[in-house]
């Protein structure tokens, strides 16, 4: 992935991985994302879609979380170098 891509973490393909740019989220969503550790610069990789395709579980620093894809494409994603 080039590295100056820049696209939601919704569109992250499963089994790939990316760096987090921006949260365009607000509140209490924004708040508890950043507690567990999504913040500028932190690496996430898609590990599974649900089959419906939401939610997706994606890894970050060590820990599986899911989020619904209308949160997921407020992520603002950069390829990896």
Do not use: N
């Amino acid at each position: 992935m080039d590295p100056s891509t820049v696209f939601p973490l919704s569109a992250l393909p499963e089994g790939k991985g990316a760096r987090v740019r921006a949260l365009r989220l607000t509140g209490g969503m924004r708040r508890r994302l950043q507690d567990l550790g999504l913040v500028a610069g932190t690496r996430v990789t898609c590990i599974q879609r649900a089959a419906a395709g939401d939610p997706t579980a994606y890894l970050i620093r060590g820990a599986v979380i899911a989020l619904r894809q209308a949160d997921a494409a407020r992520i603002e994603m950069g390829g990896l170098p």
